[in-house]
Nanobody
Framework: QLQAYGGGLVQSGGSPRLSCSAS????????VGWFRQATGKEREFVAA????????VIGDSVRVRFTISRDNDKNTVFLQMNSLKPEDSAVYYC?????????????????WGQGTKVTVSS
């Protein structure tokens, strides 16, 4: 089971950090990705990290501003968001994929969290 949290109302330019926690003891065997979906828009890939954190992939629209990391001792993956813009407003979802590789394709993920909403005020 995955749980994403850390969202809320943020001012433009803010730097919140989202967390994705898992209850499974095998969490370290999973790659984790973040996706977001704004109202009326398609789901968008944000970032992904390999099972041991040695490989990360960042989506084009957030490159440079967002980073992803993980702490397997705490079964948690983090999405650090910097210099937020109103267009970053969305529900952010984390997802887990068993195995070594990272992917931006949502259909390749096995488990999904419930999402946390981020609203960026201008």
């Amino acid at each position: 089971q995955l749980q994403a949290y850390g969202g809320g109302l943020v001012q433009s330019g803010g730097s919140p950090r989202l967390s994705c926690s898992a209850s499974a003891r095998t969490f370290s065997s999973y790659a984790v990705g973040w996706f977001r979906q704004a109202t009326g828009k398609e789901r968008e890939f944000v970032a992904a990290i390999s099972w041991n954190g040695d490989r990360t992939v960042i989506g084009d629209s957030v490159r440079v501003r967002f980073t992803i990391s993980r702490d397997n001792d705490k079964n948690t993956v983090f999405l650090q968001m910097n210099s937020l813009k109103p267009e970053d407003s969305a529900v952010y979802y984390c997802a887990a994929k068993y195995g070594l590789g990272t992917t931006a394709t949502p259909e390749e993920y096995d488990y999904w969290g419930q999402g946390t909403k981020v609203t960026v005020s201008s």
